[in-house]
């Protein structure tokens, strides 16, 4: 079993910025890319990042590029999204979601999820 569990959510005026992060705890032996998807209130989720195993390839929405940065640090498990220039329409839950493989393709679903965070925007 593997677990993940996001934090760094909150309340930022527009314009400001979160880091969201993610630790992976349990069977987390392979490799596996990690990503974060975000669901805002009345809508599906969707695809907002995402960052392979070895780190070399990151993947974002467009709505995202230039604002929002992924890394991740294999040796803690972790992932991490820096989110800057913030705005109220990136208000969501924002779930952190685990892939087995060493690739990924976005936008598609995460084999793991975790239970979300919720980032606010203010105007």
């Known amino acids: 079993q593997v677990q993940l569990v996001e934090s760094g959510g909150g309340l930022v005026q527009a314009g400001g910025s979160l880091r969201l992060s993610c630790a992976a705890s349990?069977?987390?032996?392979?490799?596996?890319?990690m990503g974060w998807f975000r669901q805002a209130p009345g809508k599906e989720r969707k695809f907002v990042a995402a960052?392979?195993?070895?780190?070399?390839?990151?993947y974002y929405t467009d709505s995202v590029k230039g604002r929002f940065t992924i890394s991740r640090d294999n040796a803690k498990n972790t992932v991490s999204l820096e989110m800057n220039s913030l705005q109220p329409e990136d208000t969501a839950v924002y779930y952190c979601?685990?892939?087995?493989?060493?690739?990924?393709?976005?936008?598609?679903?995460?084999?793991?999820w975790g239970k979300g965070t919720l980032v606010t925007v203010s105007s």
């Open positions: 979601g685990l892939r087995w493989g060493s690739n990924y393709v976005p936008p598609r679903a995460m084999d793991i």
């Open positions: 349990g069977r987390t032996f392979g490799s596996y890319a």
């Open positions: 960052i392979t195993w070895s780190g070399l390839n990151t």
